[in-house]
């Protein structure tokens, strides 16, 4: 018995680590962006579209990607998956021209498509009904550092050299396949795999995305886009914004970013389900969605490396607290229908990745305060969404 629960302890580490790597890769490009806009003579819209791609080819290689799970099995899309972003940050690590590094990105966001649902759908396989929010709840936890944290981690290592960011990403890659190849174990028969298939192919995108648009999940998913919208908006043009305005380095924002990731990280493990017991998920979502368009906001305004840093923990600890909220509440309403409301939370997410990053450095170009007000008005524009649970009663729906 102890074997088995080490067993699945060293599996669900590993399913963890393998989606913290996949979206460690997309904030890796962050804090080396002003480098790469000198050497390459880019602007701030080809920067935003560079972060947006991955997200665009997520999104379209998501549908294909789910019905492969249940057709070929959740390791072999995760060891591909592994493969191919793997492959791609090497490319953009080594890219010369702009279109090598489009390239790079699509590669990264086809591999991010394969990984998260089959690591949901892994997740969902290992774990009971009542483990599922749990479960699901450290899936989330391990997006959200692996995206915040990985802009930290590259420019540390952007010290060695402007490509090294992404050729550690590449080896932390294989080393995470070679890793899933011997541990991993398909949890399902071939048969079950067979039965998921034939349900996969009457299941089309568009249905799913119709049924996303019910009352009892359309007005969660929203805020799952807006969340996404002004996370990324944000945090794209940060290190653009810091190093233009106060003339910070890649060392400067990788440790303001990487405290910020360790004070968010500390809280969500020791008082996010604390929080959640005394205020509720919807008002959590709330008071995250108020303070992070103040700050926002107030962004605009300071100087000093200090402020800037005091400023970054708390508007990252609001972004670190909203996507467990949602997700929690999501996995609570989702009742058997985890696999539909996990592959729409990453829909929705994809969306606001391509779509935030893309206005935020056309708005930088225009001026550099620009974009954090922007996030300030969706974040806004979010928390009036959030009151309309109320008046259709969606906790008794969720109930």
Known sequence: MNKTIKEQKAVLLLLLSNIFIAFLGIGLVIPVMPSFMDIMHLSGKTMGYLVAVFAMAQL????????WVDRYGRKNMIVV???????????????????????ARVLGGFSAAFIMPAVTAYLADITSVEERPKAMGYMSAAISTGFIIGPGIGGFLAEYGVRTPFYFAAGAAFIACISSLLVLKEPLTKAQLAEMAAQADESTFIRD???????????????????????????????????????????DIAVIITISSIFGVIVQIFLFGKMVDRLGEKKLIQICLIVGAVLAVAAVF?????AVLALTCFIFLAFDLLRPALTTFLSRSAGQEQGFVAGMN??????GNIIGPAIGGV???????YPYLFAAVIMAIGLGITFAWKERRWGEMSG
């Open 346 to 351: 990453s829909t929705y997410t994809s969306l």
């Open 302 to 306: 300071i100087a000093g490396f200090w």
């Open 363 to 369: 708005l930088f170009d225009i001026d550099i305060n």
């Open 81 to 103: 998956g592994l493969i191919l972003f793997g492959v791609s940050e090497w490319i953009f690590g080594a890219g010369t021209h702009v279109a090598v590094l489009y390239f």
């Open 60 to 67: 379209l290689m998501s549908p294909l990607a789910g019905r």
């Open 209 to 251: 995305l119709a049924k996303s648009l019910q009352p009892l999940y359309l007005i969660a998913f929203v805020i799952v886009f807006v969340l996404a919208f002004g996370l990324s908006a944000y945090e794209t043009i940060f290190s653009l914004f810091s190093a233009h305005k106060f003339g910070f380095t890649p060392k």
